[in-house]
C-alpha cells in the first residue's frame, strides 16, 4: 500500500519527469501484483484491511491515473472485486479507514472513471444514499460546532447519492457526468434534470419546480459556505435540512 500511496502522489504532482521515472515503472509492479480474486491485499495490514478493500482501491486508482490501455484487463477486474466488496448497506468498509470516507472515495473512482452502474449498484447508491443522511442525523445528536459541519457535507452527499441512483435508473438512464465525464454534475444539475424529467412524464406542470427545492438549494448554498469558507452553521437548521431531503427523497427518489 505504500508503493500505491506513493505512486498516486506521484501522478497528482503532475511532474512529468517523475512520472516517467517512478510511477510508471510503480504501475508495473503493482500490476503484477494482484490476486486472483481480482484485487489486491498488503500482508502487513491484513488484520485491518483482511478484504484488500482499501489496497484494491488504492491499486487501481494507480493504474487509472497511469492512463495506460495495458491495464485495462487489471482495471476492470479490480473494479468487479471492489463492487463485490460493497457490504448490504451499501458503504464499503474497512478497519483501516472510515467507512464514509472509503465509500465516498470508491464512488469518487468509478464517478471519475465515467463507468455505467447496474441495476444492483443503482440500488446499493440509493441505500448509501440514506446512510449518509443517517451519519448527519449521527453527527448532529454528539453536538457541536464541527460536528455541525461534517453534518451539512454528508447530508449533502446523501442527497446527491440518491439523486445519481434515481437519474441512473433504468426507466431514466440520464448522463449524470459533466462534458469530458471527470465529474459528476451536482446536486442542483441533478434536481433540475430530475424536474425536466417528471415534466415529461406528465407528474410535473411546465411552471413548477420540485417541492422542497427552494429550501434544498439553501442547504446546498451553506454547504459550499461551509467546505471553502469554513463558516458556521447552525444545528437547528441541519436538522430542519434533514427532514426535507427525507421528505424530498420520499417524493421524488424512492419510486
Not at 509492479?29 to 488504492?58: F, H, P, Q, Y
Not at 440520464?174 to 424529467?197: C, H, V
Amino acid at each position: 500500500m505504500a508503493t500505491c500511496f506513493l505512486t498516486n502522489a506521484l501522478f497528482a504532482l503532475e511532474r512529468e519527469e517523475w512520472v516517467e521515472e517512478y510511477a510508471l515503472p510503480a504501475c508495473e509492479w503493482i500490476s503484477a501484483r494482484r490476486r486472483s480474486d481480482g484485487g489486491w491485499e498488503d500482508n502487513a495490514v491484513l488484520s485491518l484491511d483482511k478484504d484488500g478493500t482499501l489496497a484494491t482501491l488504492l491499486a487501481i486508482e494507480a493504474l487509472r491515473r497511469s492512463g495506460e490501455a495495458k491495464y485495462s484487463h487489471e482495471l476492470s477486474e479490480g473494479r468487479k472485486r471492489l463492487l463485490a466488496l460493497q457490504t448490504d448497506s451499501g458503504a464499503w468498509e474497512t478497519g483501516a479507514l472510515d467507512a464514509s470516507l472509503l465509500t465516498r472515495k470508491i464512488i469518487g473512482h468509478f464517478e471519475e472513471s465515467n463507468l455505467a452502474w447496474d441495476n444492483g449498484t443503482v440500488g446499493k447508491l440509493n441505500r448509501s444514499g440514506r446512510a449518509f443522511v443517517e451519519i448527519a442525523k449521527q453527527l448532529i445528536e454528539q453536538g457541536g460546532s464541527e460536528n455541525a459541519k461534517m453534518a451539512i457535507v454528508s447530508l449533502v452527499h446523501g442527497l446527491e447519492f440518491q439523486l445519481y441512483s434515481s437519474l441512473s435508473s433504468p426507466d431514466i438512464s440520464a448522463n449524470i457526468f459533466r462534458k469530458g465525464g471527470q465529474q459528476t454534475i451536482g446536486a442542483r444539475d441533478a434536481m433540475s434534470m430530475l424536474r425536466e424529467y417528471l415534466i415529461g412524464k406528465g407528474e410535473l406542470g411546465t411552471d413548477s419546480t420540485l417541492k422542497f427545492q427552494s429550501q434544498i438549494s439553501l442547504m446546498i448554498s451553506t454547504r459550499d459556505s461551509v467546505v471553502h469558507k469554513n463558516a458556521s452553521v447552525s444545528r437547528s437548521d441541519i436538522s430542519h435540512w434533514i427532514k426535507e431531503v427525507e421528505s424530498f427523497a420520499n417524493l421524488y427518489l424512492r419510486r
